[in-house]
């Protein structure tokens, strides 16, 4: 498999980061050889094999619903990069 | 023994106990030690001598006071993924350079309530994503056996500390090799236990299903006393076990006779450097004088364990770094045009190369269409490797091999080529799909006198046993009680 500058642009906003054209190059040659290794794997016949995610096949437990945490909004804040009136701030998103 | 910097934490707690030293002295021992070899090893991000005497202080005032707790007074650095409250925490980021804390996470309070002394907070690979700590914004921390020689990473400023004698322990995370290759490219004895031992609440998170916290010391009777401080069960933590909690030292003096070491044929091929199977073979006749059998298993599946892990571990971190968005914490661009343009610019910015790429891969693979292809196949394969242990654990009792099949290398040496780089974890990989334990320790050097390390891979839940196995190599060998000469 080969990546296209193209496909490099749609995952780079897939994944909400800047790829500026001068570096789309080098990302794209290091990506390929990454999917290079990675397409080893689908040398494997792999049907009928469950997929697992956790060793232990543990479920996931459940709680209560309660409220467990206090309320803590000004601690959370204080590392927000802007913010006022208990809210965080980002640009203008409705003209 | 008199107390000294290389004193083992067992031998710590004897010498507070016997009032020999206080837990301000040796607070202020490491600390001085830790700024002192700073500019020659950047071990740590960051040092808050007042808040660790402090702690140090309130120790010394319970045991004056007659209060006990297992390690009260011990110092251990931690790396900086650990949430602490009120310590800043960059997780060897420029995204987070500035965060601090809000709360602590789940090991480090487990230890504090052990008693342990908070010492600073230690230099990694950004994000726990990388090999040699060379992706760190930091910059990397240096081999303190040779400068001019990686630490191994993730967890390099959890190894260098503990080894150059900047803290007694430490603790680490482990997803792919992260506590296990930096444990031997710096001669520690490192253990990353089963998933869910270990609370992930508070660690920043890479890869939430590979993600394990684990504890690097000098021996294995440290990791079994740490281990004992860190585990147990949080329901802060869905993955959480929920089980009894367990000390890990119990079977520590437990002879080896009739254990069975399983040799898979696979961790022993043409990949591994010469010197690396001289030295492991030597552990080996070792362990037969001491009473264990080696049988010889094969595990098929476990050359698949690099290319499924740079699957699933990019994916899972692709999903946990998009809370890193510039809004609520974290890096932020100073120029944008719109919110969109915020959120690319503040990411790419803020990240570096290593975590870009990861999160690119992670991206692609989860996109639509290709779920199947690439998350889902290497789910199956996770289950063929846990199905290869399986068949091993029925003739023997725990697997060993070499831990990387290379030592401590260069500065430089991989960087530039990630997929040389990621081929370094290809024996540590294969424990953290499984969720299996698995430690490292220190087993002897090769021809450059880099160290080399054992890895022990246990079924799971069976780290007492592993500890029992690696503290008997001990105590008939001494490559563990070797230091830097720095």
Redesign the interface.
């Known amino acids: 498999m080969s990546?296209t500058p193209q496909?490099?642009e749609?995952?780079?906003?897939?994944?909400?980061?800047?790829?500026t054209p001068a570096d789309v190059a080098d990302?794209q040659v290091?990506?390929d050889?990454?999917?290079?290794?990675?397409?080893?794997?689908?040398a494997?016949d792999?049907t009928g094999?469950?997929?697992?995610?956790?060793?232990?096949d543990?479920v996931?437990?459940l709680?209560d619903d309660a409220v467990t945490e206090i309320n803590?909004r000004d601690?959370?804040l204080?590392?927000?990069?802007?913010s006022a009136d208990g809210y965080?701030l980002?640009?203008k998103?409705i003209e | 023994m008199a107390w000294n910097t290389f004193s083992t934490v067992a031998e710590t707690v004897k010498a507070l106990d016997d009032k020999q030293v206080s837990a301000v002295e040796l607070a202020t021992h490491y600390l001085d030690r830790a700024d002192a070899l700073q500019p020659a090893l950047n071990a740590y991000v960051t040092l808050d001598r007042e808040k660790t005497l402090v702690e140090a202080a309130a120790a010394d005032a319970k045991r004056a006071a007659g209060e006990t707790a297992p390690l009260l007074g011990v110092p251990i650095a931690h790396k900086d993924i650990y949430l602490i409250e009120g310590w800043r925490t960059t997780c060897g980021s420029k995204m987070l350079e500035?965060?601090?804390a809000?709360y602590t996470s789940t090991v480090v309070k487990n230890m504090s309530d052990a008693g342990m002394v908070t010492l600073g907070k230690l230099n990694m690979d950004e994000f726990a994503m990388g090999s040699s700590n060379e992706t760190s914004y930091f910059g990397p921390v240096k081999n303190p056996w040779d400068v001019s020689r990686v630490p191994g990473g993730s967890s390099g400023g959890s190894a260098a500390s503990v080894a150059a004698g900047l803290a007694p322990a430490s603790t680490g995370t482990d997803t792919g090799g992260s506590i296990r290759q930096p444990a031997m490219f710096c001669n520690l004895t490192g253990l990353k236990p089963?998933?869910?031992v270990c609370s992930r609440f508070g660690i920043i998170a890479f890869a939430s299903?590979l993600d394990q916290a684990g504890p690097f010391a000098q021996t294995a009777e440290d990791c079994a006393l740490l281990l004992t401080a860190m585990a147990g069960f949080d329901?802060h933590d869905?993955?959480s076990?929920?089980r009894p909690k367990e000390n890990y030292s119990r079977d520590l003096s437990r002879p080896l006779n009739g254990l069975r070491i399983g040799l898979p044929k696979e961790f022993f091929g043409e990949g591994v450097a010469p010197g690396i199977a001289k030295a492991v073979d030597d552990a080996l006749t070792v362990y037969r004088k001491l009473g264990a059998i080696t049988v010889e298993v094969s595990l098929p599946?476990v050359k698949?364990s690099?290319?499924?892990y740079?699957?699933v571990a990019p994916a899972e971190a692709?999903s946990n770094l998009?809370r890193f968005?510039?809004?609520?914490?974290?890096?932020?661009a100073a120029q944008?045009s719109?919110?969109?343009?915020?959120?690319?610019?503040s990411?790419?910015e803020g990240?570096g190369a290593e975590v870009?790429?990861r999160?690119?891969?992670?991206?692609?693979?989860l996109?639509h269409g290709y779920y199947d292809?690439?998350y889902?196949?290497?789910?199956?394969?996770?289950?063929?490797i846990?199905e290869d242990f399986k068949r091993a654990y029925e003739v023997c009792d725990v697997v060993m091999g070499p831990t990387a099949p290379e030592t401590a290398f260069q500065f430089g040496a991989k960087s530039d080529?990630?997929?040389k780089m990621?081929l370094n974890d290809i024996f540590t990989i294969c424990a953290n799909l499984?969720?299996?334990p698995a430690m490292s320790h220190p087993c002897g050097v090769d021809e450059a006198g880099q160290h080399v390390g054992m890895q022990i891979i246990g079924n799971?839940l069976d780290e007492a046993r592993m500890l029992n196995v690696a503290h008997q190599y001990q105590l008939a060998t001494d490559w563990h009680r070797k230091h830097p000469s720095i």
């Open positions: 990546l496909d490099i749609r995952i780079a906003h897939l994944a909400r980061i800047r790829v990302v290091k990506l050889g990454i999917f290079k290794l990675i397409d080893e794997m689908q494997v792999t094999v469950e997929p697992m995610s956790h060793g232990l543990m996931l437990r709680r803590r601690v959370f204080k590392n927000a990069p802007e965080f980002v640009p998103v | 500035n965060f601090i809000p089963t998933y869910g299903s329901a869905a993955t076990l929920d599946n698949y690099v290319p499924a740079y699957v692709s998009s968005d510039g809004v609520r914490y974290g890096h932020r944008y719109d919110l969109m343009d915020m959120y690319m610019r990411r790419a990240f870009k790429r999160i690119l891969i992670g991206a692609y693979v996109s292809a690439y889902l196949q290497a789910g199956k394969l996770r289950r063929l846990a080529d990630p997929v990621y499984t969720g299996q799971y």
